[in-house]
């Protein structure tokens, strides 16, 4: 006798091991850790008083 295979459990099985690997695909793509958002906010913020200090004339 062969056994029973649930395909309910086989199908979010499936769709969950699929989720995460999106996931994982954002979190590479997207991520960033706080040091770089903090430094990213620190360049943007040097790069705006920088114009602003030259554009007075």
Do not use: P, Y
């Amino acid at each position: 006798m062969s056994n029973v295979t649930n395909l309910n459990q086989f199908r979010k099985t499936k769709a969950r091991s699929d989720k995460r690997a999106k996931a994982d695909e954002n979190a590479v793509k997207f991520g960033r850790t706080k040091v770089q958002k903090d430094l990213e906010k620190a360049q943007a913020e040097k790069a705006k008083r920088d114009l602003d200090g030259k554009s007075t004339t």
